[in-house]
């Protein structure tokens, strides 16, 4: 087993990596100093394979588990979902002192940890990943919330989990399409942080845990600097800047993944075309995207109307649109700075 050590502002946490890792739940989570009730939230895709396991591990080391199902999807990333949790913690009789746990993909573990957040104003959270986005990206930082009518991720708070267990196993069950989509932020990693990641990944020469402990560590150094996203965590959105105006443009019909995917070919190429990097480094990265079966073709659309949805994005600081660009593989900077009609020129190739 792996555990890598997370420091925050509000003291450190494990993420633990372990094949197998499921079953050890219960042990881990007392060994954390935890009992009593605890709820599982999750949702019916993945609960029908792990929800058992889980509580039959939290019930073996003592714990009373109550499972709190919520529907599957984006969609459900809502208000109305957490208002739905707090009605059944409090129906469970949980305390400020019993754990939530998340198992599930990115969508389960942002509406777990808010609800965490904000019940009885803050209860112990644990994040058990299911989705390989989840496990190298969403599950680690603090970031959680939900979506609003008006856009995504608009309510919110950082709360950091307990714990984080990740269990390679359960990727078994794991859509293909949905991993490809992951392997997209892994690259991602790679790209900011590890040159040895992002070459391994074309040679297929590692084991799943290896790859996700790498990325993992990519994740952690940077949201370690930067616990509350003012600074070098922007570097965290490469490929997000172009990547989120293709999603939005596709009425989000384009899958994360493959939106990131093509963001990053977007900002390898200008990268080159502002002198930041070699062509020879952007080459290597739409290589590695292709290799990985993730598009490389920018979507047809009117630039203009491109530039205009970077815009309405919130991530802009100050009515500024930041991309972030590789000088090298492992090696990426932010700028405030690209002039409008150099983007423009990218869109239009
Ligand atoms: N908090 C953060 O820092 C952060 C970072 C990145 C993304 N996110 C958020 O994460 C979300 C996307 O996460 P995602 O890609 O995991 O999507 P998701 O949670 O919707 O999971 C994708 C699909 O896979 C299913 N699934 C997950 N694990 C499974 C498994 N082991 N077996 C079978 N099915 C499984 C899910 O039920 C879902 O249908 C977005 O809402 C995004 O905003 C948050």
């Known amino acids: ?122 209860a112990p959270f644990v994040q058990i990943p299911t989705s390989l986005l989840a496990m190298v990206d969403a599950s680690v930082g603090g970031k959680t919330g939900v979506d609003l009518p008006q856009g995504k991720n608009l309510v919110g708070a950082f709360k950091q989990p307990e714990m984080v267990l990740i269990d390679p196993d359960v990727l078994s069950t794991l859509p293909g399409a949905e991993f490809r989509s992951g392997m997209a932020e892994v690259l991602k990693h790679g790209i900011i942080a590890n040159e040895t990641l992002f070459e391994s990944l074309q040679s297929g020469n590692f084991s799943l845990l290896w790859m996700l402990e790498e990325a993992v560590r990519v994740k952690v150094d940077v949201v370690q600097s930067d616990p509350f996203e003012r600074g070098r965590r922007a570097v965290l959105n ?27 070919v977007c900002a390898a190429q200008l990268a080159v075309e502002l002198g930041h990097c070699a062509a020879d480094t952007a080459a290597r990265i739409i290589h590695a995207i292709e290799f990985l079966d993730l598009p490389t073709a920018i979507p047809a659309h009117d630039p203009e109307i491109v530039w205009q949805t970077m815009t309405t994005d919130k991530k802009k600081a100050g009515g500024i649109i930041r991309f972030i660009l590789p000088r090298a593989i492992g090696d990426v900077d932010v700028f405030d700075d690209v002039p409008e009609t150099v983007v423009k020129s990218i869109l239009e190739q």
Do not use: W
Not at 24 to 40: H, N, P, Q, T, V
Not at 238 to 264: C, P, Q, S, W, Y
């Open 238 to 264: 490469l490929g997000h800047t172009f990547g989120h105006a293709f999603e939005k443009l596709a009425n989000f019909e384009l899958r994360h993944g493959d939106a990131v995917a093509i963001g990053m």
């Open 1 to 122: 087993m792996t555990t890598i050590p997370v420091n925050t502002p509000s003291g450190s946490y494990p993420i633990y990596l372990r094949e197998n890792g499921l079953r050890d739940a219960g042990d881990l989570l007392r060994e954390r100093g935890f009992s009593g009730k605890c709820a599982i939230v999750t949702n019916p895709t993945v609960g029908q394979h792990y929800a058992d396991p889980l509580v039959e591990t939290l019930r073996a080391a003592g714990f009373s588990p109550v499972v709190c199902e919520i529907p599957d999807g984006e969609t459900h990333k809502t208000l109305a979902t957490v208002a739905g949790l707090y009605d059944r913690f409090l129906a469970a009789g949980m305390e400020r002192t019993s754990p939530i746990i998340a198992l599930g993909g990115g969508v389960t573990g942002d509406i777990t940890g808010f609800a965490a957040a904000t019940y009885l104003r803050g």
